[in-house]
């Protein structure tokens, strides 16, 4: 099993929709971040967290520590948010490393 | 700000052959990472310098892989020999402060294709 598992893996959506990307992981951690890899395979920092939320214009994300499981969250969604949205987490024990989940494929349609 | 750029953006090489992968930091970050992603295995963290001191390379596939960080401004990923299924795109990227619990502003990679 994996250390960081999301859900789901693909996702379709329409323009407006609200949408919900999960992360859960089964170690200790210390951080958690969101990035975003777009069609084109730039990646973006979308968000770091340690607890609680952070929102940035239409992105929420969530972390509840005591469950291991982060949520992303997008308001109104739009085509241009079409992207792979990728979970890392760093690891509170051992090597000081970046685990990460395999991503999802979020396309939303016009 | 020109942001981390990452030379070449392209490389094909042959099996055997030595490759050479470079990076230019943002200005004033102090925290350099190196990550491989691919297909199957998706995003690894390889490597990471704090300082141009590398911290921890446990992700660091094989002794075939290398990496320095001469100063503030540069680093490099080596490859030699490089094997097929080193292909793969390889990006760097670089934050101020704090290491992993910190955003990290990543280059535009490399697609490295070993024949």
């Known amino acids: 099993k994996n250390e960081v598992e999301q859900s789901p893996q693909n996702l379709t959506a329409q323009e407006g929709e609200f949408i919900t990307i999960n992360c859960s992981y089964s170690v200790g951690i210390s951080a958690l971040h969101w990035l975003q890899q777009h069609p084109g395979g730039g990646i973006v920092s979308l968000f770091m967290l340690s607890s609680g939320k952070k929102k940035h214009g239409r992105l929420i994300a969530t972390i509840n520590i005591q469950e291991k499981h982060s949520s992303l969250h997008i308001t109104a969604s739009h085509p241009r948010d079409s992207a792979v949205y990728i979970c890392?987490?760093?690891?509170?024990?051992?090597?000081?490393?970046?685990?990460f989940g395999q991503g999802t494929r979020l396309t939303i349609n016009p | 700000d020109a942001g981390v750029i990452q030379s070449p953006r392209h490389e094909v090489t042959e099996m055997g052959q030595e490759v050479t992968l470079r990076c230019k930091p943002i200005?004033?970050?102090?925290?350099l990472f190196w990550y491989r992603q691919t297909m199957m295995r998706g995003l690894e963290l390889l490597i990471y310098f704090n300082n141009n001191v590398p911290i921890d390379d446990s992700g660091m596939p094989e002794d075939r892989f290398s990496a320095k960080m001469p100063n503030a401004s540069f680093s490099t990923l080596k490859i030699q020999p490089s094997e097929p299924r080193d292909s793969a795109v390889y990006f760097c990227a670089s934050s101020l402060g704090r290491g992993l619990y910190n955003e990290q502003f990543f280059g535009p990679g490399t697609r490295l294709t070993v024949l």
């Open positions: 200005s004033g970050h102090d925290y």
């Open positions: 890392a987490v760093a690891l509170i024990q051992g090597a000081q490393k970046l685990v």
